[in-house]
């Protein structure tokens, strides 16, 4: 779970300062207002991490990317290319690493890690991108001390050298030439083992970052239409995709899994799971994915809306259901220990519903798979005034720790991007409220009143 993330010189943001994760991240804010490059970061972070050319520093973007950043200089504020593109953040695994050191007879143990890194360009057509430093952090649970271990370029010479804390560094006899630059933004070279010794953990340590950014899914704001049949072959799809486009194989695929949200509670599969949400949410009476006839390939959604006993197909039903059905699946089948980046759920969707996005978020992040908890982590982006106040009511009613669920907004003017989390206390008032946060209802209210009052004054003279 990503627990922290600041980013300098980024798009629309000249420093967001040190913004806290929780299990359940929920960004408000104006269009525009540059919430949604907070996770397009973590997606670019992500595609160049999964990139096969490893001399590619950062991978912005293309037709075949969940995001698509455009030009090296199009990703900085003020497309200023001669300032540095900086970031860190902080993630806890969901098991332990831990580093032996030989040499300095020290043993690093725990889950708590940080990564943090300087990139910069030349002035050329296109810019060159080069890492200016990179370091690595783990704490260990036990001691709290701290093993960090990063490597930063010479400007002049355009060397790099090797810095460490928490251990010392052991140059290998007759092998004094610098470190390689990285690879991409983030792996240490080939060479450092030859030119050290004792820091073989250091593939390790760039193994555990890559497999926080790669358990990122991502579902964006516009989902797929749904169709009157789906064909699956049988593959294991790793989500519902960036527009829900697998959503009905993600729950064909996951039928052999159970879930529930306490050890004492039945176990229930992922369709009957999603099933039972949509009714408590109200969109749908019943829901099922079933096959057209013995030994077909082919698949139906066939559901009965609230009040009615006729069974329909998925795409005989208001467009609603079938935009919050990618957010429902996505939210169980998704990898245990994954990131869930949702962009407004809450499209098409009535007031009530919205509402209800908030419970299943919660209840998402506190669900059980197969015996284990899940530990999923959700970032979400809505507009949505109606998921907050259930959030709120939620953690008023000590349903939910008000620690486990962050909320920010986002606003820009003439200094670019800000960010302020919402100050909610454990009864679920916010302190800190901003003003016209969701419009001004006081005043539409008081409006009409005149209004309503000035046409009836006309009527009787």
Request: aromatic share 8%; glycine share 8%.
């Amino acid at each position: 779970m990503f627990t922290r993330l600041r980013l300098k010189n980024f798009k629309a943001w000249e420093d967001t300062g040190d913004i806290e994760l929780a299990p359940l991240t929920v960004l408000f804010g104006a269009n525009s207002s540059g919430k949604s490059s907070l996770h397009q970061f973590l997606l670019m972070l992500q595609q160049t991490v999964e990139s096969p050319d490893r001399r590619r520093v950062l991978h912005t973007g293309d037709d075949r990317t969940p995001v698509d950043l455009g030009a090296y200089a199009s990703v900085l504020r003020n497309g200023n290319i001669e300032a540095p593109l900086a970031f860190e953040f902080d993630w806890r695994r969901d098991r332990p690493l831990t580093v032996d050191h030989e040499h300095s007879r020290t043993r690093f143990h725990g889950t708590d890690m940080g990564f943090r890194a300087a990139i910069s360009a030349t002035s050329e057509t296109p810019p060159r991108l080069h890492v200016d430093s990179y370091e690595y952090r783990l704490t260990s649970s036990d001691s709290g001390d701290t093993l960090s271990l990063g490597s930063a370029r010479d400007a002049g010479s355009g060397d790099y050298s090797v810095h460490a804390e928490g251990i010392e560094l052991v140059r290998t006899l007759g092998r004094q030439w610098p470190v390689s630059a990285p690879s991409h933004f983030h792996a240490f070279p080939d060479d450092l083992p030859t030119r050290y010794q004792f820091l073989d953990f250091a593939a390790d340590l760039t193994l555990a970052l890559e497999e926080q950014l790669l358990a990122v899914n991502y579902l964006g704001p516009l989902r797929k239409q749904p169709r009157r049949t789906y064909r699956w072959s049988g593959e294991e799809v790793s989500h519902v995709g960036w527009s829900g486009e697998y959503t009905v194989d993600a729950l064909l695929a996951g039928q052999s899994r159970r879930y529930n949200f306490d050890p004492e509670q039945e176990t229930k599969h992922l369709q009957v799971l999603v099933a039972e949400w949509l009714r408590t949410l109200g969109v749908i009476e019943s829901f099922a994915v079933t096959p057209i006839g013995a030994g077909r390939d082919e698949y139906e959604v066939r559901v009965t809306t609230p009040g009615s006993s006729r069974e329909v197909l998925l795409t005989d039903v208001g467009f609603g259901v079938s935009q919050v059905l990618p957010v429902l699946v996505e939210a169980f089948y998704s990898a245990p220990g994954s990131t869930v980046v949702v962009e407004q759920p809450e499209i098409h969707l009535h007031p009530s519903v919205q509402a209800g996005l908030a419970d299943l978020f919660l209840a998402a992040t506190s669900a059980r798979e197969n015996g284990k908890p899940r530990s999923t982590q959700f970032i979400v982006e809505s507009h949505s005034e109606h998921l907050l106040r259930r959030l709120l009511r939620r953690i008023a009613e000590g349903e939910v720790d008000a620690a486990d669920v962050r909320c920010y907004t986002v606003n820009f003017d003439e200094r670019g991007s800000t960010i302020e989390a919402l100050d909610v206390d454990e009864y679920g008032n916010v302190r800190n409220w901003p003003a016209n946060f969701f419009g001004d209802p006081a005043a539409d209210l008081v409006a009409q009143s005149r209004s309503a009052r000035r046409r009836r004054q006309g009527r009787s003279t």
